[in-house]
């Protein structure tokens, strides 16, 4: 099952409209249609209203296969591949086995600043086992399940991925730093 997103203007910077997104949703009952998927559409639009094209989203069950495939393919069409679900302990979450699969670096951090930026706001997000990965010059973040989970965790580190896609695309130069960049 698969739509596209409307490609509307872009609202962030220069940077952010040129990076290009899909969103996968992992989960059995939306991919056999007994769900609607809610938590795709919402991390289309966050991604949206950040300036980030959302070019395409699709939907796979909770087959560790399935994903895998899913996510090689959506490399080779987006920068940055966000997935949204299967992140739990649960017997079939298996989105982030899959994602380290097909994945050649992982990024603990921003794994770490999403649970912390979680766990903020609610304890069972130290439950999630989402990661992030580098495949080519794409980028591959796995976000919870829940719509507002998911939200929450893409805002916590959605400034941190244009510079992740720059370094991947070989633009090495830092630049100055301004204060906003230092952690006090």
Do not use: W, Y
């Not at 949204?84 to 951090?109: F, H, L």
């Not at 794409?138 to 720059?166: C, F, K, R, T, W």
């Amino acid at each position: 099952m698969s739509c596209s997103t409307p490609e509307g203007p872009p609202h962030g910077s220069a940077k952010t409209a040129q990076i290009s997104a899909a969103v996968l949703t992992v989960s059995d009952s939306c991919s056999r249609g007994e769900k609607k998927d809610l938590s795709g559409p919402a991390v289309a639009e966050a991604l949206e209203r950040r300036g980030i094209r959302a070019i395409r989203r699709e939907i796979v069950g909770d087959e560790r296969d399935r994903i895998q495939q899913k996510l090689i393919a959506l490399c080779g069409v987006a920068r940055l591949v966000v997935t949204t679900g299967g992140t739990g302990i649960a017997p079939r979450d298996v989105t982030p086995e899959a994602t380290r699969a097909v994945c050649e670096r992982m990024i603990e951090g921003v794994a770490e600043a999403m649970r912390a930026s979680g766990m903020a706001k609610i304890r069972f997000a130290a439950l999630s086992r989402g990661v992030c990965g580098v495949r080519g010059t794409s980028l591959i973040l796995n976000l919870p399940g829940s719509p507002a989970g998911a939200v929450e965790s893409l805002d916590a580190v959605v400034d941190l991925l244009p510079h992740a896609l720059e370094l991947l695309a070989g633009n090495t130069e830092h630049g100055n730093r301004t204060s906003s960049d230092r952690v006090t």
